[in-house]
């Protein structure tokens, strides 16, 4: 089996790869061409995965990747995922997370329409919820660029497989964090300022809104989802998720008493970091993928934050020397 992975040097391209080439795949993972390249996710299994180049601005290029690797299996990953980043530059997220949706589609349509391809929905598109917890018939109502560019990914993607019956299918996932989460995220920046705040390298940790809440998992058990909706014998689209809400107030408790320390004594709230329209209370229902796809999370809210919090004191014991 062939699959591609488009955004395979973020965090949940990175747990993807690992998780294929473990069942025996083989792995092309797609790359914008950049100045600066950073594989920092992947540079373990590098070695047993194949780059190529494209970008979801091309779609030539996508179809040229397409022809070549003619993949079993599509995952399209990547995206502008940074929410506050949505907001600066509106445009070129919709461009990638929006228009490049449709543009690997019509690839897909194109050069590999017999390819099972997967789409990276997300819990923001719920935003401004209708109703508690979030299903897959909960209307949307997405409350930023980032969020409007993924209800357009998601509903692009129903299109095509309804109107030229491609297995297309999009996965609603919650928060899912890992030691490999990017540093602008809330929860991986908390979990960085607390190793360097234990190891005297940083005295306070600047947030925004503390109250707000998410129903987190872990990115390793979320990517075993997106490949179990690929193995189905009909197409359809699922949400994943604990079904267990927390706010950024007990991911902060959680993180620094894990560490021995009280995190009231070092977090101070800055407006800088406050949204201009926030998401208050995401969680999920994922009864249908617990049924359907017999699909469990294995860590559970501590060990997440636990599992994060012990990457980072390692990282920054090492740097410390």
Do not use: C
Request: charged share 25%.
């Amino acid at each position: 089996m062939k699959a591609l992975i488009t955004g395979v040097t973020g965090q949940d391209g990175s747990y993807l790869a690992e998780l294929l080439l473990d069942k025996g795949y083989q792995v092309y993972g797609m790359v914008r061409r950049a100045s600066t390249e950073n594989f920092e996710r992947i540079n373990h299994i590098k070695d047993r995965i194949e780059l190529v180049q494209a970008d979801l601005l091309d779609e030539l290029s996508l179809i040229k990747v397409l022809q070549t690797v003619q993949p079993d299996e599509i995952y399209n990953l990547a995206a502008m995922s940074f929410v506050p980043t949505s907001w600066s530059q509106p445009v070129l997220t919709g461009e990638f997370t929006a228009i490049g949706v449709s543009r690997l589609l019509e690839a897909v349509r194109y050069a590999a329409p017999e390819a099972k391809f997967y789409q990276a929905s997300s819990s923001e598109m719920y935003g401004k919820v209708l109703e508690v917890p979030q299903t897959e018939k909960t209307p949307f109502y997405p409350r930023s660029p980032y969020a409007v560019s993924k209800v357009y990914g998601h509903y692009i993607t129903v299109n095509y497989r309804e109107s030229y019956d491609l297995f297309a299918v999009s996965g609603i996932l919650f928060n899912h964090e890992s030691p490999r989460r990017g540093k602008e995220f809330v929860t991986r920046k908390i979990t960085d300022y607390v190793a360097r705040i234990k190891l005297g390298l940083e005295k306070q940790l600047p947030l925004g809104n503390i109250d707000s809440e998410r129903d987190w998992g872990f990115a390793g058990d979320y990517v075993r989802a997106m490949w179990m909706m690929l193995q189905q014998d009909e197409p359809q689209d699922y949400v994943i998720a604990t079904g267990k809400s927390h706010s950024v107030r007990q991911f902060l408790e959680a993180a620094f008493s894990s560490v021995d320390l009280n995190w009231q004594d070092y977090v101070v709230q800055d407006p800088r970091f406050m949204r201009p329209a926030e998401v208050d209370h995401l969680i999920g229902d994922s009864s249908k993928a617990r049924e359907q796809l017999g699909w469990e999370p294995d860590v559970d809210f501590d060990g997440l934050v636990g599992m994060m919090v012990d990457a980072d004191m390692a990282r920054w014991s090492v740097a410390k020397g």
